[in-house]
C-alpha cells in the first residue's frame, strides 16, 4: 500500500470519516460494528493496517469477511466467509463475556462526557420527535473496551445535556436518584472502559482519561478549532488540539470506491476516477 | 402427517385482539410480512408487540393501528428508512405505550423466557435514562399485574458471588404468540433456519404458541436425516404453513434480498395515517398474497432472487 | 496461517499445576483423552476439575493424583462401569474435595460463565441434600475466596418480576482452560462439531485459555463456505492440534465409537490404586499417542470405525 | 399388535420391568428418558400404543428416533431421525420451560415420600461409598409432571430415610433449617408435579395424592403383598393394592428382543426364540 495522501479535491467528507474511523481500529482487535458507514470503515481497516481484526455483527455474524458490503448487519451478505453465522444472543454474550475491544457507534445528539441520545428529541414523556430507540448502542458501549462515535456535526446535536442518555458516556446517571457519576464508580468491577472518540464531520475529538470531559483532538482540513468550537453547545476545550486530521490516502479511497463500496450505498464518489 | 398445517388467513385468526407478539428475523430481515398483512385485513386491535428488534412488520402494524404496547429497542428499516415513521406519530399523539430496554436486555429477556427462568442478570446500559425509574411505561400506566407484564420493569442488585460489579435483573419476555418466517419447516414442525438465526430459536421456545411460516414445507424426514442442522425442535411449532415470499418486502438469507425501494416507498409515503391509510389500501386491503405477488410483478422478484452460490441477490441496485 | 497449532506436548504443559479445567463432550463422549494422558504422564497436580459431567476422563486423572477438586455431578462410565471407582476411593481416604451440583445446575453455571453473567436464577433441585448448606465443601474448606470459587455456593431468592416461586441462583462456573476434542477445527480456530454439541460451546467461551485437539485440522476457508454449520468461534480458540483418536476410549461422533471393552477393563482394574497405578504402566506411561494406538491395533480400531451413513460403528458387539 | 399375554417362563424380570414402564407413557407425551432400561421402555411405548411420544436425551437430542437402542443419551445413534441434535442447555431449558410429561430415572435408595438417592451411601461427609452423583435425576424430577423410577427391590433400598436426597420426593428438606415440608408448599410457583411410580424387581408403588406416601399398587407375578412389605424397612401401605403388575404381552416381547435390543444391551433374552 501507498501511504500517500490525496488532495481536497480528491475525497468527500464521507470519504474522510471513513479513513479516520478506520485508523481507531488497532491490529488483532475484536470490533463490533453498526450499519452503515462503520461497516466500511472496519473492512478498510480489514484490507489496510489491521488484516488480523475479527469482525462482529450484531445480528450473530462472528468473525465475518464479508466478500461485499452488506446493506446491514443482518444482510444475507454477512455469512459468506465469517467463522460462524449465528444469532444475537451469541453475539451480545461474547460482548458481555469480555471480548469485544472496539464498537463503533452512531448518535443524534452526544454531551460533553459523551453521553449519545439515538432515542428521542424533547421529552422522552413528550417528545418532540421518536427515533429509532437504543438499538444495541448502550450495550456496545457498555461492554466494549473502546467505542468510537460517528456524527454529523450540527450544533444541536453537540449539546450540554442530551434530551435522554441511550448510550453511557464518562459521567452518567446513577439510580433511583439520577445524580451524575462518574462512570467507574457507577460500573465498579463491571468497568471497561467507554467512548473513546467522536468523529464528527468537523473534526476528531477524544475525551480526558480522568475527568471523561470532551475535547477537540483534530480538526478536520479547512477547520479551525474555534470555529468547531462555536459548533457546540458546550463549550469545548480546543487546548489540547493535535494538528489537522489525516487525509485519506490514494490507496485507501481506491479500495473504499472500487473494492468495498462501489456501489456506493454509503459513501457516495466525488470525483470519477478516484 | 402433523396436522399442523393451516392457511395464512387461519394463522392471523389464532392471533386473537390483545394478544402478545413477537416475530422471527431481525430489521429488515426474515419477517413474517404475509401473517402481517392478513392480521391488518383482519382488523387485528390492542397487540401488545415484544420485540427484541422491530422492522417493517412493526411499522406496518403500528401505522393500522393493530398495535397498543411496543416493548422493545430499536425500529427502522435500516438504509431504506432510518426509522420507524409510524410509531414516532403515534408516540407523539399518544396513540401507543412505548416500553424502551436495550437490545442485549430485549435479548437475554427472551433468553430467559425461553429456558424457563423468570429473569436474568445483566451488566449492560448501567447509567443511562432506559433504566430511569421515571420511563417505566407500563408501571405509570398501571399495568404491571405480574402476569404478561412483570411486576417490575428492572430489579438492580449486586453480584453476591463474585462482586462483579452491579448487576440488573431483566424480566423474562412471557408471549402468546410468536410468529416465525423461515426457509424450511418439515411437515412435524421441525425448523432448519440457513444464515444468521437472529433470535428465533428463543423467540419460538419464549412464546406459547409458535406458528412458522415457511418458503417451503419439506419432508419431515429430509431435515431428520442431519438432525444438527436444525434450529426449532419439532414440538416447539404449532402450526406450519407454506408461504413463498412470505417475507417480502424484507428479505430471506439464500432466497431473496430485501426490497430496498419498496420499503423506500413505503417509508416516504407513511409519514402520515393518511399516507399509510392510502399505502395499505395500494398494497394490503383487497389483496391476498397471489395478487400481492402478481402486483409486485416478476421482473421485480426475478431481480430480488438470491444467487444459490452466494446466498443474496446479484441483480438488485443497491446503491444511489 | 494463525500460530495457534501446538503439539499434543505443549498443550498439556499450557495447563499448569493448580489450574481449574474443563473437558467437551459427555459422559463416555468425545473427551480429550490423549491430553488427559499426557498430562498424566507430565504429573500435574492440584488441578481443579469444574465439569458438566464427568467420565473417564474424570477417573483417570483423579486416579493418577492430579486433582483436588472436582466440582460436578455425575461421573462414571455408563454401561461399561456403573460409577466412578477412582474417585469413590479417594473420596472415601478424604484425598480430593467433592462439590455437588446438579447437571442442570451445572450446565447453567457454564451457560452464565459464557455469557459474562455472573450467575444464573434456576428452579430445579429444590428441597434435595444438594442444597444442603452442611454440604459446602468448598465453604467448608474455606477456600471460597470469590475469585475462581464462588463466595457462595448457592443464594437463595424469590421472583421478583412474576412471583414465578422460588429461585435457587447458581454462580457462573468460571475456568481457567477448556480441553476440547472434535472432529474439525480450522487453522484460524472455527471449530465445526457434528452431531451433539453437549455443553461444548459454554465450556469454549467460559474458559479464558480454550485448547481444541481435532481429529483433523481442515482448510479454514472449508468451514466458512458454510459458516451457519460451526459450532465454535475462530476467536474463542487459541490453541489448536491434531490428534487422530484423540479420544479414544471414549466415542466421537461419526468417527469411532466407544471401546466399551476398553472401558470395562479399565473400571475392572482401577478399583484399588494399586490396579490404577498397573493400567497407568501399560496405558499411559512409556507411550506417546502413535505407540498407543499401535498397542491398540487395527483389528480392535477398525472395529470401532463409524460407518459413514449411520455416523456410528456397525462392526462392534455392544450387548452380551 | 395381538394383545396376547406371556407366561411367564417366557419372559425375565427386565422384560416385566421394560413393559411396566412402557405403560406408564401415554401418546403424545415428551418424555425426557435416562441411559438403559427407560430408553427401550420408552422406545417400545413409542412402537406400541404411543407412536407420537417426543423423546428427548439429556445429552441434546431432541423428539429423536433412534433406528438403533443407543448405550447412552451421548451416544452417535441417537442422532438419526431425531428432530434436533443440540446440547445439554437446549434439553434442560426445554425442561425448565415446562414442555417434560414423564421422566423415567434410577435410583440406590428411595424412601416412603419417593426422595430418591444416586449419591452416596453413609453421611455425605464420611461416606461408606460414593455413588455416580446427581446427574440430571433432581433435575428432571424438579421439571417433570411426573417422575417414574425403575428400582433394584432389596430391603436396604426402601428405607425411612435416605442417606441423602439427590431428587426431590413428597416431602422435602427446606433450607436452611432442613425441616421436612411437602413438596407443593416448597416449590410453589414452581410445582408442576413430583415422583408418580416407583417400579422395582417386585412391584409397582404409587403415592398418595394428599400425602405423597408411598403404597403398592401392583405385586409382580409370584410376588405377594406381605412379601412384598417385608422387602421394605418402612412400613409399607399394602391397603390399595390393585392386583398384579400385567405381564409383557408376546408382542412386547418381540419387539424387546428383535427389534429394540436384540444385541441384549440391556435387557438380556430369558428363552431363546422368544
Request: negative net charge; contains cysteine; glycine residues 10%.
Amino acid at each position: 500500500m501507498t501511504w500517500e495522501y490525496a488532495t481536497p479535491e480528491e475525497y468527500g467528507l464521507a470519504d474522510l470519516l471513513c479513513c479516520a474511523a478506520s485508523r481507531e481500529v488497532q491490529d488483532n482487535e475484536i470490533v463490533f460494528a453498526g450499519t452503515g458507514l462503520p461497516m466500511v470503515a472496519i473492512m478498510l481497516a480489514q484490507k489496510t493496517h489491521a488484516p488480523n481484526l475479527k469482525l462482529i455483527f450484531e445480528a450473530g455474524t462472528l468473525d465475518g469477511r464479508p466478500p461485499e458490503i452488506p446493506t446491514s448487519v443482518g444482510d444475507a451478505r454477512c455469512e459468506m466467509g465469517a467463522s460462524r453465522a449465528s444469532g444475537l444472543h451469541d453475539a451480545f454474550s461474547i460482548a458481555q463475556r469480555g471480548y469485544v475491544d472496539l464498537g463503533f457507534l452512531g448518535g443524534a445528539e452526544v454531551d460533553e462526557y459523551g453521553n449519545v441520545n439515538t432515542t428521542c428529541i424533547g421529552d422522552y414523556l413528550n417528545p418532540e420527535l421518536r427515533l429509532t430507540g437504543s438499538g444495541g448502542n448502550p450495550d456496545i458501549n457498555s461492554f466494549a473496551k473502546r467505542t468510537v462515535f460517528i456524527m454529523v456535526h450540527e450544533k444541536r446535536r453537540f449539546t450540554p445535556s442530551v434530551s435522554y442518555i441511550t448510550s453511557p458516556g464518562w459521567r452518567v446517571k446513577k439510580w433511583p436518584g439520577g445524580e451524575f457519576v462518574h462512570r467507574k464508580e457507577l460500573y465498579g468491577a463491571a468497568y471497561r472502559g467507554g467512548p473513546s472518540a467522536v468523529i464528527s464531520t468537523a473534526g476528531v475529538f477524544r475525551f480526558d482519561g480522568e475527568s471523561g470531559k470532551i475535547y477537540l483532538d483534530t480538526c478536520h482540513p479547512g477547520k479551525m478549532p474555534e470555529e468547531i468550537r462555536e459548533l457546540c453547545h458546550f463549550d469545548l476545550d480546543i487546548s489540547r488540539v493535535s494538528g489537522e486530521t489525516l487525509p485519506p490516502t490514494r490507496e485507501e479511497l481506491h479500495l473504499i470506491h472500487e473494492v468495498l463500496d462501489p456501489e456506493q450505498i454509503f459513501i457516495p464518489k466525488v470525483k470519477k476516477g478516484v | 402427517m402433523s396436522g399442523k398445517r393451516i392457511t395464512l388467513q387461519q394463522a392471523a385468526e389464532i392471533i386473537k385482539d390483545g394478544a402478545s407478539l413477537t416475530f422471527s428475523g431481525f430489521t429488515i430481515w426474515r419477517r413474517p410480512m404475509a401473517i402481517v398483512f392478513e392480521l391488518i385485513r383482519q382488523g387485528r386491535k390492542g397487540l401488545h408487540l415484544i420485540e427484541v428488534n422491530g422492522g417493517p412488520q412493526t411499522e406496518f402494524l403500528v401505522g393500522a393501528g393493530c398495535v397498543d404496547i411496543w416493548e422493545s429497542c430499536w425500529v427502522g428499516h435500516e438504509l431504506y428508512g432510518k426509522y420507524g415513521a409510524n410509531l414516532s406519530r403515534k408516540v407523539g399523539a399518544k396513540e401507543i405505550l412505548v416500553e424502551d430496554y436495550s437490545h442485549a436486555e430485549m435479548m437475554f429477556r427472551f433468553a430467559a423466557a425461553a429456558s424457563g427462568a423468570p429473569y436474568v442478570a445483566t451488566q449492560t446500559s448501567l447509567g443511562t435514562d432506559i433504566h430511569n425509574p421515571a420511563y417505566d411505561t407500563l408501571g405509570r400506566a398501571g399495568l404491571r399485574d405480574g402476569k404478561r407484564i412483570p411486576k417490575e420493569k428492572y430489579v438492580f442488585t449486586d453480584d453476591p458471588f463474585f462482586g462483579a460489579g452491579p448487576q440488573v435483573l431483566v424480566p423474562a419476555a412471557k408471549v402468546d404468540i410468536a410468529v416465525m418466517c423461515v426457509q424450511q419447516v418439515g411437515e412435524e414442525g421441525t425448523v432448519r433456519v440457513s444464515g444468521q438465526y437472529y433470535s428465533d430459536p428463543e423467540a419460538a421456545r419464549a412464546a406459547d404458541i409458535t406458528i412458522v411460516m415457511a418458503e417451503e414445507i419439506v419432508p419431515e424426514e429430509y431435515l431428520r436425516r442431519e438432525s444438527d442442522r436444525n434450529t426449532i425442535t419439532s414440538f416447539e411449532v404449532d402450526y406450519i404453513l407454506e408461504c413463498p415470499y412470505g417475507a417480502h418486502p424484507t428479505g430471506m438469507f439464500g432466497r431473496y434480498d430485501v426490497d430496498g425501494a419498496f420499503l423506500k416507498d413505503f417509508y416516504a409515503r407513511t409519514r402520515t395515517q393518511e399516507g399509510f391509510d392510502a399505502f395499505a389500501r395500494e398494497w394490503v386491503f383487497g389483496h391476498d398474497q397471489m395478487s400481492y405477488l402478481e402486483k409486485l410483478g416478476w421482473p421485480r422478484m426475478l431481480s430480488l432472487k438470491a444467487n444459490t452460490a452466494l446466498n443474496y441477490s446479484t441483480g438488485i441496485k443497491r446503491g444511489q
